[in-house]
């Protein structure tokens, strides 16, 4: 059985849920948003697996991440050049992420919703390797 969590930080974690946009069909009537969403994971989870998400919603979430960490790389960029008046605060910025998405996704993900390794590091590249395309791209 898995935990309820409730706060901003687990409200962030489940945006995706409550967003996704596919209809399921649950007791004759078609939903969107998070019921069909859990609806979905359920029935991956009974054919896969518990922590096992499917391709689809994988791929789902994955877009997520990558949404993500395209608006962090902007939000750091515009604040190391308004609060700092340097770009060099951005890879302070980037530093911090790729220590605290590690803490989250191989730690933190692990005891709260009992995510699976491979899912861990699949979610760790999708919001690092952004980071990093910029980070090698800007460093000479």
Same mark, same amino acid.
């Given at each position: 059985?898995?935990?309820?969590?409730?706060?901003?930080?687990?409200?962030?974690?489940?945006?995706?849920?409550?967003?996704?946009?596919?209809?399921?069909?649950?007791?004759?009537h078609?939903?969107?948003?998070?019921r069909?969403?859990?609806?979905?994971?359920?029935?991956?989870e009974?054919?896969?697996?518990?922590?096992?998400? +499917?391709?689809?919603?994988?791929? @789902?979430?994955?877009?997520f991440?990558?949404? #993500?960490? !395209?608006? $962090?790389?902007?939000?750091?960029?515009?604040?190391?050049?308004?609060?700092? +008046?340097?770009?060099?605060?951005? @890879?302070?910025?980037?530093?911090?992420?790729? #220590?605290? !998405?590690? $803490?989250?996704?191989?730690?933190?993900?692990?005891?709260?919703?009992?995510?699976?390794?491979?899912?861990?590091?699949?979610?760790?590249?999708?919001?690092?390797?952004?980071?990093?395309?910029?980070?090698?791209?800007?460093?000479?």
């Open positions: 059985m898995k935990k309820e969590y409730s706060g901003f930080y687990h409200w962030l974690v489940m945006i995706p849920d409550r967003l996704y946009p596919f209809k399921t069909e649950i007791e004759g078609w939903v969107r948003g998070r069909s969403y859990e609806a979905t994971l359920a029935r991956y009974q054919r896969y697996g518990m922590g096992h998400y +499917g391709y689809k919603l994988t791929v @789902y979430r994955e877009v991440h990558l949404i #993500g960490s !395209i608006l $962090f790389l902007v939000s750091a960029a515009y604040l190391s050049r308004a609060f700092f +008046g340097s770009a060099n605060a951005m @890879y302070v910025f980037l530093a911090i992420a790729v #220590g605290f !998405i590690s $803490f989250q996704e191989f730690y933190l993900h692990r005891r709260m919703y009992q995510q699976l390794w491979r899912k861990g590091i699949v979610d760790w590249l999708s919001w690092c390797v952004p980071m990093g395309i910029y980070f090698f791209t800007r460093f000479h």
